[in-house]
């Protein structure tokens, strides 16, 4: 950001093109994954439907978890097995922030991206 302010920043995140907002949807990748890798991958990807991810900060910290679905525009990701209890007892699918997420495992059925791992 070229602003020191938080609200500019603030402001130009909640405003920001979906193409960047996406790539800010990114999480780490696991240290292991990244020694596995042949090349040198960046510290963080975007999370995709598929990809098994660990949960770093929060109540449900510690907990693994296959994507559900992710929304680019609020960047958040809705993990399986992660929910909340409402106050008329219905469960509801918890939406968890990306950068509170560390990627485990990716979703290689894309070939781009198994390529790029590889490589």
């Given at each position: 950001?070229?602003s020191g302010?938080?609200?500019?920043q603030?402001?130009?995140?909640?405003?920001?093109?979906?193409h960047?907002?996406r790539?800010?949807?990114?999480?780490?990748l696991d240290p292991?994954?990244?020694?596995?890798?042949?090349?040198?991958?960046?510290?963080?990807?975007?999370?995709?439907k598929?990809?098994t991810?660990?949960?770093?900060?929060?109540?449900f910290r510690g907990?693994?978890?296959?994507?559900?679905?992710?929304?680019?525009?609020?960047?958040?990701?809705?993990i399986e097995g992660?929910?909340?209890?409402?106050t008329?007892?219905?469960?509801?699918?918890?939406?968890?922030?990306?950068?509170?997420l560390?990627?485990v495992?990716?979703?290689?059925?894309?070939?781009?991206r198994?390529?790029?791992?590889?490589?």
């Open positions: 950001m070229t302010k938080a609200r500019t603030r402001r130009r995140a909640a405003e920001a093109p979906l960047r907002k790539a800010a949807a990114a999480a780490h292991k994954l990244l020694e596995k890798s042949k090349v040198r991958l960046p510290r963080a990807l975007p999370i995709r598929g990809d991810v660990r949960i770093m900060r929060g109540n907990k693994e978890g296959s994507v559900v679905s992710v929304d680019a525009v609020d960047g958040t990701v809705v992660i929910t909340i209890e409402k008329d007892e219905k469960k509801v699918a918890r939406p968890v922030h990306a950068s509170n560390m990627i495992k990716m979703d290689d059925t894309d070939p781009w198994r390529r790029k791992f590889q490589e």
